[in-house]
């Protein structure tokens, strides 16, 4: 165990928003909240996994929606605080640590609150290794945990608890009826964890891989170099495109934003298209039509320049975009894991074939 | 306290389905799974409000959604169960008794399953002397009584408890988002009263009430009566128009079933109109134009013939119909009553005018 520096907030959020692949929220207001935190003279514990006794209780959160919504409703100390609060009551016992379910984007930076509000450290780990759109698609459902219960939160004094559900796809779809009906955004406790599950079942070091990467992509600015090419040097990434963002279709249905994006090419790509595909998070990627990157692959659009990742809800018009592949863990790849993250669980009758094969 | 009585499950469902005023269900098949019960030796005990102690917890129990939808998926007693037994695991405290939300429908039989799966009396009281669409449309609300926590159960092994709720609006929207992504219909244990609440808020006597009105109905049947005008001599109720179905308008939306009626006249009323609105509850009804009846006074639609009630899901084309209404409990005209339940809460711009006034 030891204390998360300050100067490790930024990193956290850098590296926290490129594993986000798009989704998980932008960071930028729960790293103001936790950088205030910090100077208020807060600070948070950052647990091993190998810490944890095994009957040790572990809270696993994330804020649920749509990332457009999440944009106008910011993310508050308080308010990740409720349904972590609500779930330790309904449960009778106290959590020992929180951690994210995805690590991905603002998500990533989400345990850091709870854990400033509650006083407990974040385990050093998390359930996607990036971020995913829906509930099933975690190392925990790949593992075949239990999904419930989980609590969900709002700003009103509203909280609910799913105490039981059928299957992955009915906590998704129960929990995701609710979480539209608080506004397409809620922070949620998902099913606790106990020690020996975050053992066996999380991705492991996940908040220190974040905030590596954004140490890589900082130091690379500061140096005057090229972010990009730093942080797929030192992550073994592939850049798959660069191009200008010609068009955008983007709505947010169901709770989800969905949508794609074209890119015309410059430089070397200068006579290539490339086209995206998006649901929350970057799904899949054609190049002049063919399929040349796809989930769990960790698709990534950076700003050529900053080498600041760029989100499906940020997305605009005339920006120029390094389109990069990071590789997902081991685990998301395996067969259950294609089941369940693959491009067929998001609708594209492809199979998986990885960016980093050829 | 004493033992409902066999000979008794059918008034009660003709009864209950007379105040449902077209809603809560179709007490059919509640009655069907109540007699089966009691064939095979179970029996239920009827509590008498005033026999409850002040600190005992009441279940409140009722389904929810749209009565289309209900229609095709039966109720049984152990679906009935799942919601009380889920909120008596969350409040670990057991039940001392069940009782109906609303005496109206289908809803009015739902406790007599939950007491014979549970081994408990029903108490003979609900919380709307009728059937009503909305949660929040209750005795225990115009008394100001929270309104969480609340349960929904379902066929499948799903469970959810709203734990708090900002409003009444609040904890209908939440419920009924729940309920939707359920299938559009779902059994559910409401916020639990003490013995004390339900004493001083319910209203009383419901269960008794919905029996006899039943009784009066076969009674005049046996004797070749007419049930219409045995019923409305015995309850105080008024004639307001008899017809034929010519027009039906109806949908399901957003959980519930909504629409309108136009019947013409026949006999005395043969140079008449009368246009009828419900949302699951028939609402308001104008002859020739002009309103003459409105909620919160109990609509009801009767078979002439038969004295049997209509439902607002089995209306149909060409039905013989006799517009009745009976008069609702005091506290439902108070003026927080109205606020709560009047035609202004249903979005008609008109003041409350009794059908019983004149």
Known sequence: MRTLTEDEIEPLATGAWILGAGGGGSPYDGFLNLRELYRQGTTVELMQPDELADDDLVAVVSTMGAPLVGQERLADPELSVKPVLALQDYLGEAFRAVMPVEIGGGNGLEPFLVAAGMGIPVVDADAMGRAFPEAQMTSFSIHELPMFPLALGD???????????????????????????????????????????????????????????????????????????????????????????????????????????????????????????????????????????????????????????????????????????????????????????????????TDYRSAFDD
């Open 155 to 349: 700003i009103r004094d509203n909280a609910v608890i799913v105490t039981r559900a059928a299957s992955w796809t009915w906590m998704e779809r129960l929990s995701r009826a609710v979480c539209t009906a608080l506004g397409s955004t809620a922070p949620t406790a998902k099913a606790p964890r106990t020690g020996r599950e975050v053992k066996d079942c999380a991705i492991l070091h996940s908040v220190t891989k974040a905030i590596r990467i954004g140490r890589t992509v900082h130091e690379a600015r500061v140096r005057h170099d090229d972010p990009v090419g730093a942080l797929l040097d030192a992550e073994d990434g592939r850049l798959l495109f660069q191009g200008k963002i010609t068009d955008i279709n983007r709505r947010t249905t169901g709770g989800f934003l969905r949508g794609d994006a074209v890119l015309d090419g410059i430089g070397p790509d200068a006579e290539s298209r490339f086209e995206i595909a998006f649901q929350n998070e970057y799904l899949m990627g054609w190049r002049d039509g063919e399929a040349t990157v796809m989930v769990p692959d960790i698709i990534c659009l950076m700003d050529s320049e900053s080498g600041e990742a760029v989100g499906t809800e940020t997305l605009r018009y005339g920006q120029r975009i390094s389109v990069t592949a990071l590789p997902a863990p081991d685990i998301l790849s395996s067969q259950k894991g294609l089941e369940i993250v693959g491009p067929r669980a998001f609708g594209y009758d």
